[in-house]
């Protein structure tokens, strides 16, 4: 069993960043691969990024490329996501989910066995 809790959420201006925390209970984390999600209103949930487990891998949904970066910390337990460039439509509820099993791309929410409770982001013009 693995416990996410997510932090830094918040309300940014356009053209703004925030960095995402996630994290992870358990000593199985360093062996996890991770993502990250989101849900805007009325739309189902998408994703954003995933990293393997030692971090040496990464891979960020078109729509994040280049403004969005994903890593962690195994040290610490602890997965960010570094949110650059924020734009209107990046308003969602962010959640970070741990490994991911086959048949399911590592982009598919149906993939991922832990979940977190999800944090706010909320960008203005």
């Known amino acids: 069993q693995v416990l996410l809790v997510e932090s830094g959420g918040g309300l940014v201006q356009a053209g703004g960043s925030l960095r995402l925390s996630c994290a992870a209970s358990?000593?199985?984390?360093?062996?996890?691969?991770m993502g990250w999600f989101r849900q805007a209103p009325g739309k189902e949930r998408e994703f954003v990024a995933h990293?393997?487990?030692?971090?040496?891998?990464?891979t960020c949904a078109d729509s994040v490329k280049g403004r969005f970066t994903i890593s962690r910390d195994n040290a610490k337990n602890t997965l960010y996501l570094q949110m650059n460039s924020l734009k209107l439509e990046d308003t969602a509820v962010y959640y970070c989910a741990a490994h991911p099993r086959a048949p399911w791309s590592v982009m598919s929410e149906n993939a991922y066995e832990f979940w977190g409770q999800g944090t706010q982001v909320t960008v203005s013009s």
């Open positions: 358990g000593r199985l984390f360093s062996s996890y691969a």
């Open positions: 990293i393997n487990y030692s971090g040496a891998s990464t």
